[in-house]
């Protein structure tokens, strides 16, 4: 069982900064990938980015490479998402999962998922 906390968020202007941080409680959190997600008001939940379980392997939605980062730290189960040049598009409840597959690589499929944190608003504006 995982529990996620997460923090961060917040209003933004356009090309401002912001950092997510997902806490997770349990033992189990190192061996499993980890991913952000996001809803904009009025459309599904979609991929933002993943990191493999040993954080070597990366992976982004096009909307978002070259401007998030994400990261993790198994030894503090903490994983993270720094956002860079922020755009009204990037608008949204974000939310931090745990991945089902123990030692997979990640994924994008949000299925696959299976802890969710309670999800955090991130707001920019123009």
């Known amino acids: 069982q995982v529990q996620l906390v997460q923090s961060g968020g917040g209003l933004v202007q356009a090309g401002g900064s912001l950092r997510l941080s997902c806490a997770a409680s349990?033992?189990?959190?190192?061996?499993?990938?980890s991913g952000w997600f996001r809803q904009a008001p009025g459309k599904e939940r979609e991929f933002v980015a993943c990191?493999?379980?040993?954080?070597?392997?990366?992976d982004y939605a096009r909307s978002v490479t070259g401007r998030f980062i994400i990261s993790r730290d198994n030894t503090n189960n903490t994983f993270s998402l720094q956002m860079n040049s922020l755009k009204p598009e990037d608008t949204g409840v974000y939310y931090c999962a745990v991945h089902r597959g123990f030692q997979w690589a990640g994924s994008r499929n949000l299925e696959e998922y299976e802890y969710w944190g309670d999800g955090t608003q991130v707001t920019v504006s123009s």
């Open positions: 990191i493999s379980w040993s954080g070597l392997t990366t």
């Open positions: 349990g033992s189990a959190f190192s061996g499993y990938p």
